[in-house]
């Protein structure tokens, strides 16, 4: 199946700092999401986006499809934004629908 | 207003013990799925439904059937539960293929049930 790798594994900001996640993926996409884990264990939708570049307020993303990794952005980070960072992808080979998950970024906003 | 929920949200039980997660969404979707997330966060998949028909079924050991009465619905029952069997248990579902003309196929995902074998 399709291969997802995500860098990096950890990462602690300050307060109000920017950053840049990564996802690399092994084959073509039918289908990428970005997911935020909070704390209390829910994941969150952040984008679907299989191709192109897209923006939810501080956070955007970008996935070049044709290289084969994908970008998520987040600026002036808060707290609030702490927790694992998933990138998920249906591809390849993989029946319709199979989303192979990253292992995630751990992200740690500090005040 | 939830979109997908899950009953219940944390099971403690015994090795050994039956036991079902329940699982539900509101969205009009036709496809559902179960996922497992482990102890070190990495979350896989179990199985998906299609209009109540199955169309994924990973490796997973056979005490683990699901059932789905309807497309909006898709229950895990687990038997003769094991302490490998302790893990965050996710449901979610996607529009799926018929409708994918008019949406995009976002897999919207349920609380978690946490399940604890004792």
């Known amino acids: 199946g399709i291969q997802v790798e995500q860098s990096p594994p950890d990462l602690i900001l300050q307060e109000g700092a920017n950053s840049t996640l990564r996802c690399n993926f092994s084959?073509?996409?039918?289908?990428l999401q970005w997911f935020h884990q909070n704390p209390w264990g829910q994941l969150i939708n952040l984008f679907y986006?299989?191709?192109g570049t897209k923006q939810n307020g501080r956070l955007s993303a970008t996935t070049v499809a044709t290289e084969r990794y994908s970008l998520l952005y987040i600026s002036s980070s808060q707290t609030t934004d702490s927790g694992v960072y998933f990138c998920a992808v249906n591809g390849g080979t993989d029946s319709w629908g199979k989303l192979q998950f990253g292992a995630g970024t751990q992200v740690v906003v500090t005040p | 207003d939830t979109a997908v929920s899950q009953t219940p949200k944390y099971l403690v039980t015994q090795m050994g013990n039956d036991k079902s997660i329940k699982c539900e969404q509101n969205?009009?979707?036709?496809?559902m799925y179960w996922y497992k997330q482990d102890s070190k966060k990495f979350l896989k998949i179990m199985f998906s439904?299609?209009?109540?028909?199955?169309?994924i079924n990973e490796t997973v050991p056979n005490r683990f059937s699901p059932k789905s009465p309807d497309k909006a619905h898709l229950n895990l029952h687990i038997n003769s539960l094991e302490l490998g069997d302790s893990a965050v248990y996710f449901c979610?579902?996607?529009?799926?293929?018929?409708?994918?003309?008019?949406?995009?196929?976002?897999?919207?995902f349920g609380p978690g049930t946490r399940l604890t074998v004792l």
């Open positions: 439904y299609n209009n109540k028909e199955l169309i």
């Open positions: 979610a579902s996607s529009p799926g293929p018929a409708q994918l003309s008019s949406s995009t196929d976002t897999q919207y």
């Open positions: 969205l009009g979707h036709d496809t």
């Open positions: 986006i299989p191709s």
């Open positions: 084959d073509s996409v039918n289908n």
